[in-house]
């Protein structure tokens, strides 16, 4: 039995015990990966998907993450007052062995790099939190660093003395926030 798999915007036929060179993947050596993108079934009854089989997966395993053979680009223009550019480039990919191909009943199995590409939550993101960077001159960075001296929210910020300002050593807090604080936390 084979499969033909999509990976890394190629495809590939493979049988079980087959080692490939793919695109980097996240993942360790000696980590099983699923493909939940399968493309085809070849076998005694052939399968072919519409675009994908449904319930289909191939099972690998990650030998090792290795960089591909140098390739080397090389521009010379000819003439008076030539120039010359040599660039090189190594490829990063996964070295993966085929451990089985599921016709059905593969269980579905987010991949790390679809976990790594979600966005982060917000970082006040708690309960009885606002978002600071409604305050002039506050931006993402500042926001974190006004959480993370324990400053969630407007009434907070709002509540600061000139002696709770300059006791706060994350981030320099400027009067003018906690006059805006003190409009936001009216409403």
Not at 2 to 23: M, P
Not at 41 to 54: E, H, I, K, N, S
Not at 153 to 173: R, T
Not at 176 to 185: P, R, T
């Amino acid at each position: 039995m084979f499969a033909v798999l999509k990976t890394g915007g190629k495809q590939y036929k493979v049988q079980a015990g087959d080692i490939l060179r793919i695109e980097k993947l996240a993942a360790d050596a000696g980590e099983t990966i699923q493909f939940d993108e399968v493309l085809m079934l070849g076998g005694d009854t052939p399968v072919v998907g519409a675009p994908l089989v449904d319930g289909a997966a191939v099972k690998a395993e990650v030998i090792d993450q290795i960089k591909g053979e140098k390739l080397i680009h090389f521009v010379k223009r000819r003439r008076k007052h030539s120039s010359k550019r040599t660039k090189g480039h190594r490829q990063k990919l996964t070295l993966i062995k085929i451990t089985e191909i599921l016709a059905s009943g593969a269980t579905k199995v987010a991949p790390k790099a679809a976990a790594k590409a979600a966005p982060k939550a917000a970082p006040a993101a708690a309960a009885g939190s606002d978002d600071l960077t409604q305050l002039t001159g506050v931006g993402p960075a500042a926001a974190k660093k006004l959480n993370e001296a324990g400053l969630t929210s407007f009434a907070q910020i709002a509540a600061l003395s000139e002696d709770d300002i300059a006791g706060i050593d994350a981030v320099k807090v400027k009067p003018e926030w906690v006059e805006q604080a003190k409009d936001l936390a009216k409403g």
